[in-house]
């Protein structure tokens, strides 16, 4: 069956860098796009980044946009998000997520069909 297993959250100060993974088992890994979504509380799940089901493509909420950075290995069956110069508002629980057709990029979590059990990131100021 499909799993989504992430790790790398953690405790960092505003602007330092964590790099989280996420090992994908259970399906075909390069026809498919991956992406990461987050959840602060009270507040609902947004997305992050997606990269296509070969890398060739990216994108970044704005919010994001020239901190962090999505990548994916086909050997090793896993996508990374490298996200540096991390702020307080960065806070919360990031989900790695399957998109739910092959072969298509989509920003909206609706887009996606397995998720991760969730890492925990957090920024201290």
């Known amino acids: 069956q499909v799993q989504l297993v992430e790790s790398g959250g953690g405790l960092v100060q505003a602007g330092g860098s964590l790099r989280l993974s996420c090992v994908a088992s259970?399906?075909?890994?390069?026809?498919?796009?991956m992406g990461w979504f987050r959840q602060a509380p009270g507040k609902e799940r947004e997305f992050v980044a997606v990269i296509s089901w070969i890398g060739g493509a990216t994108h970044y909420a704005d919010s994001v946009k020239g901190r962090f950075t999505i990548s994916r290995d086909a050997v090793k069956n896993t996508v990374y998000l490298q996200m540096n110069s991390l702020k307080p508002e960065d806070t919360a629980v990031y989900y790695c997520a399957r998109a739910a057709v092959a072969y298509s990029v989509r920003i909206s979590a609706a887009s996606y069909d397995f998720w991760g059990q969730g890492t925990q990131v957090t920024v201290s100021s």
């Open positions: 259970g399906f075909t890994f390069s026809s498919y796009a």
